[in-house]
């Protein structure tokens, strides 16, 4: 059995993932890091990211079931899970979860892994008529790089705040400027992207 350990995705609204898993891993500032059991205590925020959790299989009992469907009543129908077999699941060395997470931090301890985002979503919730009207605006031609998507919202950032105020937003990681500029374009276009490569990886996702 492989080391495990407690992983949460927990928004404002609702606690969106808790089960032991193997590993987790996520993007921060300085790229994609991966978590195993007995990892250090550890702080940081997270990037708008797509979330891999690898669940331990053997934690997947038919009430773990029941009481995901029951957290997740109003989507549940249209989940992987539905009507799987828990044997066919205990056969796999893990159960590949996908989540796209839009900001937050990450927090590590000895009781687990916990990422607080102010909005996250799994992958098969995720809305893919919206994912795509939101880049179809966006041309391939005119794609705009990261460095004028960020000089495209000073606007945005001087409309709430004074001159030093946004100039230390828009200097902050893009990490940060998830979290402060929510609704930038910036940030806009990227939740697009990462809830769009959430429904495309091919994976079996609860």
């Known amino acids: 059995m492989a080391n495990t350990f407690l992983a949460e995705i927990i928004t404002p609204e609702r606690v969106l993932f808790r089960a032991p898993v193997e590993n987790v891993t996520l993007g921060i500032e300085e790229g994609a890091i991966t978590f195993l059991a007995n990892h250090a205590d550890y702080l940081a925020a997270v990037d708008i990211t797509l979330v891999k959790l690898y669940v331990a299989t053997e934690a ?3 009430d773990w079931i029941a009481s995901y469907r029951s957290e997740h009543a109003s989507k549940a129908a249209k989940s992987p899970l539905v ?12 159960l590949l979860v996908l989540a796209a997470v839009h900001g937050g931090f990450v927090h590590v301890t000895k009781e687990g892994l916990r990422i607080f985002s102010p909005v996250a979503e799994l992958a098969w919730e995720i809305d893919t008529a919206r994912v795509e009207a939101v880049l179809s605006s966006i041309s391939d031609s005119d794609e705009p790089s990261s460095e ?14 004074g001159e030093g105020s946004q100039l230390s937003i828009l200097s902050a990681s893009k990490a940060a400027r998830a979290i402060l500029l929510p609704d930038s374009k910036e940030s806009r276009i990227r939740r ?7 429904v495309t990886t091919s994976s079996t996702t609860i």
């Open 60 to 62: 997947v009992t038919n």
């Open 148 to 161: 004028s998507l960020v000089a495209s919202d000073q606007v945005e950032a001087a409309s709430a705040t």
């Open 192 to 198: 697009a992207l990462v809830r769009k490569e959430a």
């Open 83 to 94: 009507g799987v077999n828990v044997a066919d699941l205990h056969a796999s060395e893990a």
